[in-house]
Every structure is written in structure tokens, then in C-alpha cells.
């Protein structure tokens, strides 16, 4: 069964494309991530999905409803974090949880909630004093105390610490073996790869990629990548001439070359730093990654 089919999508903004024919389909019960950097249309496409913004054409289907005719349906059977929220900054966190649940039929016990998102804390703290990453994960416990059946999160860990944006994960993987069905929004490549049964790599408001994160590196790499820092030379053609390497990418200091001979090339590397006099630094060998994926597709990294 699918919780989201959306076809053809288009939404401008006068001249600006955001997005731009976008297809896609949801299984339900997967964590299904829309990878892109910002202004790649990831959050508009997210609005359009919960019924906030009307899109120009195009055909969508989020639970069996038209968010665009049916909104009121859609409303009833999803979460939703948003980038931007508007929090009432004088109520305490659980009451701000308690008045959110008031809005649903069916939810989720309030500090139950906050526990999951690790604010228990913070529970009678008032929302005004919360650091950004303790209000983001409030926004979270708002999406998810509906108990709905598919939640979406647009870019939920930005701003968290590492040891919090874990715990928001755990959280997610939860919301799945709970048979619920995650849209998450991100542009950390490491998440994605951990949480996402299925990607779409999204640029210039359109799909460019679609599959497991797994056969997305399999499908474009078999190589590994050495990458190493180089602030003499970034001569493409010299460095894509060692044995092995099938391509090499620059990215500032940061040298790249993706090759199945790694030992090869690791080898007439050090031997052409000698020859050259060219410093090799911090060098290391990693397998692929969706980073590699989208630098491979678009020519630039997803921060750019």
C-alpha cells in the first residue's frame, strides 16, 4: 500500500521553479527521506503533501486524500514538524503538548511524548527559555502526539547536537516499529543512509534519484574513495591518471579519487607527492557514500 503518491508536482514562485515535475511514491510503514541541499524544493513539497500550500499541477494522493480538496482528512491522519513553527512562548512545554493533543481524537500520553524526545527535563520549563535544538525537538513531540499514521519531519535534526540528533533517531526508528510511516526531509547524508528504507535525491525541485540508499552507492560505485588533503594541485587529469582511479574530485583543499585498486593507488599517489612536490595530508580510504552520490549527479556537494 502507498501513503503518498504525488505525480507531475509543479509549484512557482514567479520566475523560481521550486518545484518542478516531481514524481514520487511512498510505501507505507518505511522512513522514506528526500535528500537535497536548501532551496531544492524539499520543504514546499512537504506543503503541499500536508495540505499548507496549493500546488500548481500536478497529482497527489497522501492516505487515499487530495490534501489540496480533501484537507481536513489529511489533517486528522498526520504529524507534522516543520522548519519553521510558531510555539506559544509563555506556556511550558507540556502544556504546549497537552493543548496540541487537544486538537486530535487519538494521542499519545503527554509525557510519554516528551520523554521520547528526551525533554523531560524541561517539561515545566516555559518555551521562551528553551535553547534552538530543545525547541526543535518540541516541534517534534507536536508531530508525533497525534499518534498519527504517517508523520512527516522536515529537517529535524538541524541544529541539534550529535548525542541529540542519535537520540531523535532512535525516536524515528520507534515511530516505524510502530508500524508508522516516516517523510523526513534532510540534507545529512549519514542520517539518510541510517534511517531510510527508501531516498529521493531531490535538485532544482525534481527527482533525480529513487532506490534504497544501499543500491544508490551500488548502482553509481563499485570504487572506494581515498581522499586526502592537497593545497598545491588540483590538476584533474594528473590525479585521474593513477592506476585505478576512475575519477578524481576537488572540493577546495579536499582531493578526492574514487578507484577499485586501492593499494594502486594509494601507492602512485605517495609516489607522485615525491616526484612533484606536491604535500598529501590526512589521507583516507572509506567506501561510498550518498555523498558521493549526489556530488556524482549534480557536480557539487549538498551543502553548496
Not at 94 to 120: C, W
Not at 190 to 204: G, I
Request: charged share 25%.
Amino acid at each position: 500500500m502507498d501513503a503518498i503518491i504525488a505525480s507531475g508536482l509543479r509549484k512557482a514562485y514567479g520566475n523560481v521553479r521550486a518545484v518542478d515535475g516531481l514524481d514520487l511514491r511512498v510505501e507505507a510503514g518505511q522512513v522514506f527521506g528526500m535528500l537535497g541541499p536548501n532551496g531544492a524544493g524539499k520543504t514546499t513539497t512537504v506543503e503541499i503533501l500536508v495540505g499548507l500550500r496549493d500546488r500548481d499541477s500536478g497529482n497527489v494522493s497522501v492516505l487515499g486524500y487530495d490534501p489540496g480538496r480533501q484537507g481536513r482528512e489529511v489533517k486528522w491522519r498526520i504529524g507534522v514538524q516543520l522548519q519553521s513553527y510558531g510555539l506559544y512562548p509563555r506556556l511550558t512545554v507540556r502544556e504546549v503538548v497537552r493543548l496540541f493533543a487537544s486538537f486530535y481524537r487519538n494521542t499519545l500520553p503527554v509525557d510519554e511524548v516528551i520523554e521520547r524526545v528526551g525533554l523531560t527535563a524541561k517539561a515545566n520549563t516555559i518555551v521562551k527559555a528553551l535553547s534552538g535544538g530543545q525547541a526543535q525537538r518540541l516541534a517534534v513531540a507536536l508531530a508525533m502526539v497525534n499518534d498519527a499514521d504517517l508523520i512527516f519531519l522536515d529537517e529535524p535534526t538541524t541544529g541539534l547536537d550529535p548525542q541529540a540528533r542519535r537520540g531523535l533517531w532512535d525516536v524515528i526508528r520507534n515511530m516505524k516499529d510502530r508500524g508508522k510511516t516516516v517523510f523526513l526531509t534532510t540534507h545529512y547524508m549519514d542520517e539518510a543512509e541510517r534511517l531510510c528504507d527508501t531516498v529521493a535525491v531531490v535538485d532544482h525541485g525534481k527527482v533525480i534519484a529513487l532506490d534504497s540508499p544501499s543500491r544508490l552507492i551500488s548502482e553509481h560505485f563499485q570504487e572506494q574513495a581515498v581522499e586526502f588533503s592537497n593545497s598545491i594541485s588540483n590538476d584533474r587529469e594528473k590525479f585521474q591518471s593513477l592506476p585505478g582511479v576512475s575519477r578524481a574530485q576537488f572540493d577546495g583543499e579536499k582531493a578526492t579519487l574514487y578507484t577499485k585498486d586501492v593499494t594502486r593507488t594509494i601507492a602512485a599517489l605517495m609516489e607522485l607527492a615525491q616526484r612533484d612536490g606536491i604535500p598529501i595530508d590526512d589521507v583516507i580510504v572509506r567506501r561510498a557514500t550518498l555523498e558521493d552520490v549526489f556530488l556524482k549527479l549534480t557536480g557539487r556537494r549538498i551543502r553548496e
